[in-house]
């Protein structure tokens, strides 16, 4: 663990195993934070926040993200050993959302920032009894953020939290996933050991243990809550952190739509269709309902189906493999246990829906789906309402736009989405009609550290990357000053 600037075991010894989910064996293990761990992490970032110059200082939170930055691009390479083996990603995804685009914009955009950003503005007028009034309106730090991480993209996510936290003067306390914790403990001692961060300014804390991480919302030194995960989770914190009323940002989970209209290239919508698949379907902005028009369903269906039963499924170390393992044999089972659920609520099952059986021994004891494919008329089914996290895509038909538009906004959700049509006048104003917090048109891709990213409904709370998501780790302060007349 890093807390308060010391790399350190658990104060009572403990430790937790970190299994590789390609194969099932035992990688290594990691320092389990108890309680007495967490609340000694806390009080660090507290001090640290409130009794040193970070928060204020903005040439040395701009010289300590740069070396941040430079310490990362020298173990590139370690890090995406670690995220293959822990987090069983397919190494294509290396190049770009997992490792190598956050590595080279989730830091620089915010410490970017530190110089462009409007810190304070002024307000002139009002006043009483014909003095001049001016307001200065300042943005300052929140305080003390606790990022808590999730499995799938770790470091990406992870980075997208310390850069604009960091940038913005806060102090942090990182609780990554306890499936992946070694690139966190790995960015831990790089930040020890290469960069001048002061002691406390950044904690990471791994633990198995859900009561241990509940302390970050409970907890009053804590400022902030910075979530990205599930949406049963964000609710439970979210519910946690109202005792102290805790400022809460929650980037949740998913049940995107790509919508195809009827003049678009079936030959995009398939790629587009197999991107479900990428990483075992465990992506949260995934496009995993794809709502095509009822005039040429089966006909999608077909093809759909054989591209899937081509995607190759593996071992996530080959640079062929895009469905590699979903995280655990408890994600394994969640997503087994829906599909069967689907069959008996009546979607029809068109491949896939089981574990993969055909893999070589070494990888016998990894936690492999089928990629699967379901049709279903009734949009309202689960298998079409809920986040499955896994690598199953539902095919829904539709009537024309209109109907389109009411399929794709008949979710609970609302975090990302696509639309595909040969004109791009057509496919913008669909996309502008669905309630979502991003959408790509015709292959355009909304992800990068300047564009914020976040959800409507129940995918979350505010956003993240760009300035808006900068601005969620400032509060804003008005003062008034009387100016005398002049006499």
Same mark, same amino acid.
């Given at each position: 663990?890093?807390?308060?600037?010391?790399?350190?075991? &658990?104060?009572?010894?403990?430790?937790?195993?970190?299994?590789?989910?390609?194969?099932?064996?035992?990688?290594?293990?990691?320092?389990?934070?108890?309680?007495?761990?967490?609340?000694?992490?806390?009080?660090?970032?507290?001090?640290?926040?409130?009794?040193?110059?970070?928060?204020?200082?903005?040439?040395?939170?701009?010289?300590?993200?740069?070396?941040?930055?430079?310490?990362?691009?020298?173990?590139?390479?370690?890090?995406?050993? =670690?995220?293959? &083996?822990?987090?069983?990603?397919?190494?294509?995804?290396?190049?770009?959302?997992?490792?190598?685009?956050?590595?080279?914009?989730?830091?620089?955009?915010?410490?970017?920032?530190?110089?462009?950003?409007?810190? =304070?503005?002024?307000?002139?007028?009002?006043?009483?009894?014909?003095?001049?009034?001016?307001?200065?309106?300042?943005?300052?730090?929140?305080?003390?953020? &606790?990022?808590?991480?999730?499995?799938?993209?770790?470091?990406?996510?992870?980075?997208?939290?310390? %850069?604009?936290?960091?940038?913005?003067?806060?102090?942090?306390?990182?609780?990554?996933?306890?499936?992946?914790?070694?690139? #966190?403990?790995?960015?831990?001692?790089?930040?020890?050991?290469?960069?001048?961060?002061?002691?406390?300014?950044?904690?990471?804390?791994?633990?198995?243990?859900?009561? *241990?991480?509940?302390?970050?919302?409970?907890?009053?030194?804590?400022?902030?809550?910075?979530?990205?995960?599930?949406?049963?989770?964000?609710?439970?914190?979210?519910?946690?952190?109202?005792?102290?009323?805790?400022?809460?940002?929650? =980037?949740?989970?998913?049940?995107?739509?790509?919508?195809?209209?009827?003049?678009?290239?079936? #030959?995009? #919508?398939?790629?587009?269709?197999?991107? #479900?698949?990428?990483?075992?379907?465990?992506?949260?902005?995934?496009?995993?309902?794809?709502?095509?028009?009822?005039?040429?369903?089966?006909?999608?269906?077909?093809?759909?189906?054989?591209?899937?039963? &081509? *995607?190759?499924?593996?071992?996530?170390?080959?640079?062929?493999?895009?469905?590699?393992?979903?995280?655990?044999?408890?994600?394994?089972?969640?997503?087994?246990?829906?599909?069967?659920?689907?069959?008996?609520?009546?979607?029809?099952?068109?491949? %896939?829906?089981?574990?993969?059986?055909?893999?070589?021994?070494?990888?016998?004891?990894?936690?492999?789906?089928?990629?699967?494919?379901?049709?279903?008329?009734?949009?309202?089914?689960?298998?079409?309402?809920?986040?499955?996290?896994?690598?199953?895509?539902?095919?829904?038909?539709?009537?024309?736009?209109?109907?389109?538009?009411?399929?794709?906004?008949?979710?609970?959700?609302?975090?990302?989405?696509?639309?595909?049509? %040969?004109?791009? =006048?057509?496919?913008?104003?669909?996309?502008?009609?669905?309630?979502? %917090?991003?959408?790509?048109?015709?292959?355009?891709?909304?992800?990068?550290?300047?564009?914020?990213?976040?959800?409507?409904?129940?995918?979350?709370?505010?956003?993240?990357?760009?300035?808006?998501?900068?601005?969620?780790?400032?509060?804003?302060?008005?003062?008034?000053?009387?100016?005398?007349?002049?006499?």
């Amino acid at each position: 663990m890093l807390v308060d600037g010391e790399l350190s075991p &658990a104060a009572d010894g403990a430790a937790f195993d970190n299994f590789s989910p390609a194969t099932g064996a035992l990688l290594g293990t990691t320092a389990a934070a108890g309680a007495a761990d967490m609340l000694r992490a806390i009080a660090a970032a507290r001090r640290a926040f409130d009794e040193t110059g970070w928060s204020t200082d903005r040439a040395l939170r701009r010289r300590c993200l740069g070396q941040l930055q430079r310490g990362l691009e020298a173990e590139r390479q370690e890090f995406a050993t =670690e995220l293959v &083996a822990e987090a069983g990603c397919p190494a294509m995804t290396l190049s770009t959302a997992q490792l190598d685009w956050p590595l080279a914009e989730a830091l620089r955009y915010p410490a970017g920032l530190i110089d462009d950003f409007a810190w =304070e503005r002024t307000l002139d007028g009002g006043g009483l009894f014909g003095d001049r009034n001016v307001r200065t309106v300042v943005q300052e730090p929140v305080g003390v953020v &606790a990022a808590i991480t999730p499995s799938n993209f770790p470091v990406e996510v992870i980075l997208n939290k310390l %850069g604009p936290a960091l940038a913005a003067g806060n102090t942090v306390v990182l609780k990554p996933d306890p499936n992946t914790p070694w690139n #966190a403990t790995r960015i831990g001692r790089i930040i020890a050991e290469k960069t001048d961060i002061p002691a406390g300014v950044v904690d990471i804390v791994p633990t198995p243990s859900n009561q *241990v991480a509940a302390l970050l919302a409970t907890d009053p030194r804590v400022d902030m809550v910075s979530f990205t995960g599930s949406t049963s989770v964000g609710r439970t914190l979210m519910r946690l952190g109202a005792d102290t009323m805790k400022r809460t940002f929650l =980037e949740l989970g998913g049940k995107s739509a790509l919508v195809v209209l009827d003049d678009a290239d079936p #030959a995009v #919508a398939l790629r587009s269709a197999v991107g #479900a698949c990428v990483h075992a379907g465990q992506a949260c902005a995934a496009t995993t309902r794809m709502l095509v028009p009822r005039s040429g369903f089966e006909e999608m269906v077909a093809a759909v189906a054989a591209a899937f039963a &081509a *995607v190759p499924v593996g071992d996530p170390a080959r640079p062929d493999t895009v469905v590699g393992p979903v995280i655990s044999a408890a994600q394994r089972n969640r997503v087994l246990d829906a599909c069967t659920r689907a069959t008996v609520d009546g979607a029809r099952l068109i491949i %896939g829906g089981g574990p993969v059986d055909s893999l070589p021994p070494e990888l016998a004891g990894g936690h492999y789906v089928e990629p699967t494919v379901f049709t279903c008329d009734n949009p309202g089914l689960p298998i079409a309402q809920e986040e499955i996290f896994g690598p199953v895509l539902v095919m829904i038909p539709f009537a024309d736009d209109e109907d389109a538009i009411r399929v794709a906004n008949n979710s609970a959700y609302g975090l990302a989405g696509a639309v595909l049509s %040969g004109s791009t =006048e057509r496919a913008m104003a669909v996309a502008r009609r669905i309630r979502t %917090g991003a959408l790509g048109v015709n292959g355009g891709m909304f992800y990068g550290a300047d564009a914020p990213f976040g959800g409507y409904k129940n995918s979350g709370v505010g956003r993240q990357c760009g300035l808006e998501g900068f601005q969620q780790y400032l509060e804003t302060k008005t003062i008034g000053r009387r100016v005398p007349r002049q006499r």
